[in-house]
């Protein structure tokens, strides 16, 4: 077991609206990664959070935003849902500076109609 | 512009022989390189990784291989097995302390038994 957990698993939202993703780090880790995961694609880095700051962007836009709490759980943010936002949204944490020793969550998968 | 491309959507292996998956990438700034494993309903887990000082590394039955020149790497999976059935992603970074993994659509390979 990972111990890195995402909530909801499951979510359905209309377009246009607004939702927030949420992830819990494993125990001693202090960087959270966010990665969207669209059909038949691999991951896709959106931003990375370490001590409660970004630290690392992607190619997305700004209505995806996040959050980190001083106990290194996160939240993702996405404004104004597009159809195109359907994913599945992976975290991931590790400590900084130590990419290759990622756990991921089991994802939280998003369907906007 | 894919960075890290897998040209194998999937693989079918009988029990018992071997596996390789295949990897390319176009980025010459990447310098780490990780293979994940990944079943449904879960996140990707780590399997295997390799720096650019090395050209193979091992760890059991999964061996990757690193052809720098090339830009291409390989998984080689010895003896596969049944439970191996899963999706296989390629991932790179521009160090083992980087911030962002870049990876590729995956290879779903099915071992049969």
């Known amino acids: 077991e990972t111990g890195v957990t995402q909530s909801p698993t499951h979510l359905i939202k209309t377009r246009g609206q607004q939702v927030t993703l949420r992830c819990s780090s494993q125990s001693g880790h202090n960087t959270v990664s966010w990665y969207q995961q669209a059909l038949g694609q691999g991951p896709q880095f959106i931003f990375q959070?370490?001590?409660?700051?970004?630290?690392g962007r992607g190619n997305f836009p700004p209505r995806f935003s996040g959050l980190q709490f001083p106990n290194y759980s996160s939240e993702l943010n996405v404004n104004a849902l597009e159809l195109d936002d359907s994913a599945l949204y992976l975290c991931a944490s590790s400590m900084k500076d130590a990419v290759g020793e990622a756990f991921f969550g089991q994802g939280t998968r998003l369907t906007v109609v | 512009d894919q960075q890290v491309k897998q040209n194998s959507p999937s693989l079918s292996v009988q029990e018992g022989r071997i596996s390789i998956l295949n990897c390319d990438y176009t980025n010459s700034m990447f310098d780490y390189f990780l293979w994940y494993k990944k079943y449904p309903a879960e996140g990707p887990t780590f399997l295997i990784s390799?720096?650019?000082?090395?050209d193979k590394n091992e760890d059991g039955r999964f061996t990757v291989f690193l052809n720098k020149s090339a830009k291409h790497l390989s998984l080689h999976i010895v003896p596969s097995q049944p439970g191996d059935s899963a999706v296989y992603f390629c991932?790179?970074?521009?160090?083992?302390?980087?911030?962002?993994?870049?990876f590729g659509k995956g290879t779903t390979l099915s071992v049969s038994s």
């Open positions: 959070y370490y001590r409660e700051e970004e630290n």
């Open positions: 390799i720096s650019s000082i090395k």
């Open positions: 991932a790179a970074s521009e160090s083992q302390a980087g911030t962002a993994l870049i």
